[in-house]
């Protein structure tokens, strides 16, 4: 295994000069150097081999000692010096303080094909910014972080990736549901990857410390390493700088609205500053259609982050970035303007999405209304999102009477459909046939592209649950057989039929699949 090693964020970024691995405030840094923690048996689960591609790696890289032993923190890589990242940010809302990398350890940054990649462990032992917690993570969010970011990548949504997942050998000790019922789990890591892993609250910490040079050096640095493009730094740069992330942002969660993916968790410590699906906790994937659905138990009450909140909390989150950037800007107009084109951009874009999800290419204003009646609808009776949009494709434009026959497989209790909801649903698609009568697309064709941008496979959360249950039990099959199947998720892969399917009776309310909390 051979890295092209570089070091542009320990080497240009103010490090933590403590060395000693105590919980602590760092300030006026952004790291803290920090080595992984050895570990009893590990084991890997999995490897990406897309990943280890990208990277310039082969099978025969991932099958080493040395490979199982960096991607499990058991040993460090000659020439580099893992660190922990300083960073705070708003949890639900309220401003917390300094978070930090309290259970990740970046390794390395390496060169491939001209692309720098920063290496990062997940779970692999505490750091100064671990606070009361213990720096691990277990097999079941593992699992869930591991298939998730690469089916993510698969579907085309901006995300960071994983590389490999490994069994630590270690025990976790963990309360669940944080009801008092503490249980050891088997400890894991993933190695995860991205061109970066800096988050909002990277900028945030260093200016609620009103530490502005700081500030300055990251902000610097991040336009130089990752937005060079823009051009030298000046107050002109940071303004494009925030527009630019701001523009990320916007197109990450209509990718997100796109494929039903719910975060669960977007605070602002866990939001990429390159626009990536970042930190895979509590996340979900709607299923039945209810918009208000979070899958994150800690946020049941309010539903801050429900499916439909999630593209006003994307605003919130730049507001706050916004005010964080502030003190190299000194001028809140142009900022304030950015956040109010970032309102008109996403009905935009997400007019645009919806169009593309129901095989339209021209536009008409009309085309508004019939959306948002779908989107009605589609809350009348339990709807299931992915297979709806998918089998839409097979809509027969000159025989809307035919549709809800065709849509059967998408409602989870067809008693439900009584005649008030069918007549509005055949209202609907006679409409939907008339507009698509004003495209000049060939139905085929109109099914082709529908299918580029409808997923028939997504990582439902009954099936993370499965491969989480069968991989306790010391079966991985399922691991590869979902990562498999979710390389190609637009892909018809009649043999993997099963997977198109509404969630099972059995799993409406079982922990890990219709909900989860934050511990992991
Ligand atoms: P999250 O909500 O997962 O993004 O985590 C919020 C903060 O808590 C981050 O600073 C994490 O690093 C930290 N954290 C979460 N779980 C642990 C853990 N098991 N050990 C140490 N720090 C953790
Ligand atoms: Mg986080």
């Known amino acids: 295994m051979k890295f092209n090693l570089k070091d542009r964020f320990t080497s240009q970024l103010p490090a933590d000069p403590i060395l000693e691995n105590s919980r602590r405030q760092v300030s006026n840094a952004c790291f803290s150097y920090v080595t992984p923690k050895q570990t009893a048996n590990p084991q890997l689960l999995h490897v990406s081999d897309d990943m280890l591609q990208t990277l310039g790696l082969t099978k025969k890289d991932s099958a080493t000692k040395e490979f199982l032993n960096v991607f499990t923190g058991n040993s460090v890589m ?18 917390a303080g300094q ?9 390395a940054e390496v060169e491939h094909n001209n692309k720098i990649w920063a290496l990062q462990l997940k779970g692999a032992g505490e750091t100064p910014y671990s606070r009361t917690a213990d720096g691990l993570a277990v097999l079941r969010s593992s699992v869930r972080e591991y298939l998730c970011s690469e089916a993510m990548y698969h579907l085309g949504v901006p995300t ?10 270690d025990q976790v000790l963990r309360d669940m549901l944080y009801n008092g019922n503490a249980a050891y789990e088997k400890g894991a890591v993933v190695s995860r990857v991205a061109p970066s892993f800096l988050r909002f609250g990277s900028f945030q910490l260093l200016a609620a410390r009103e530490d502005t040079a700081t500030l300055k050096t990251l902000v610097d640095y ?3 390493n990752h937005f060079s493009h823009l051009g030298d730094p000046s107050k002109e740069t940071y303004i494009a700088f925030f527009k630019e992330v701001a523009e990320r942002t916007l197109e990450m969660i209509v990718h997100w609205q796109r494929v039903g993916f719910v975060h669960g968790v977007m605070n602002t410590d866990n939001m ?8 895979y906790g509590p996340y979900g994937w709607l299923e039945d259609y209810d918009v208000d659905w979070t899958p994150n138990t800690t946020d049941a009450e309010n539903r801050r982050y429900r499916y439909s909140n999630q593209p006003n909390v994307g605003l919130w989150n730049l507001f706050q970035l916004a005010n964080a950037l502030f003190p190299l800007v000194n001028e809140a107009a142009p900022l304030e303007a950015i956040l109010d084109d970032y309102k008109l951009g996403y009905d935009k874009a997400s007019l645009k999405m919806m169009r593309s999800k129901i095989g339209l290419y021209t536009e008409f204003d009309s085309d508004f209304k019939l959306i948002q009646e779908l989107e009605a609808n589609l809350q009348l009776v339990e709807t299931d999102m992915t297979i709806f949009y998918r089998t839409l494709a097979n809509f027969n434009n000159k025989a809307p009477e035919e549709a809800l026959k065709l849509l059967e497989d998408a ?7 009584t005649n008030a909801v069918k007549s509005k649903w055949n209202k609907w698609f006679t409409a939907y046939a008339n507009r698509l009568e004003l495209e000049h697309t060939a139905p085929e ?8 941008v409808n997923p028939k496979y997504v990582l439902r959360n009954y099936m993370s649950q499965l491969a989480i249950d069968a991989a306790e039990n010391g079966d991985y099959t399922l691991i590869n057989e979902l990562y498999t199947i979710l390389k190609q998720p637009y892909n018809e892969q009649q043999n993997h039929n099963k997977w198109f399917a509404k969630r099972p009776e059995w799993a409406r309310h079982k922990v890990g699949c219709s909900m989860l909390s934050c511990s992991s």
Not at 160 to 169: D, F, N
Not at 272 to 279: E, F, P
């Open 78 to 95: 000659v020439d580099t010096k893992p660190y922990a990242m300083c960073y705070g940010g708003h949890q639900f809302g309220n401003w």
């Open 445 to 452: 064709k109109r099914k082709q592209q529908m299918n580029l």
């Open 160 to 169: 960071t990736r994983a590389l490999s997942l490994a069994l630590t050998g």
């Open 272 to 279: 990429s500053i390159l626009g990536l699906t970042i930190d």
């Open 222 to 224: 991040t336009i130089k």
């Open 99 to 107: 978070l930090g990398d309290g259970r990740a350890i970046n390794l």
């Open 411 to 417: 409602y989870y209790n067809p008693d439900a459909l």
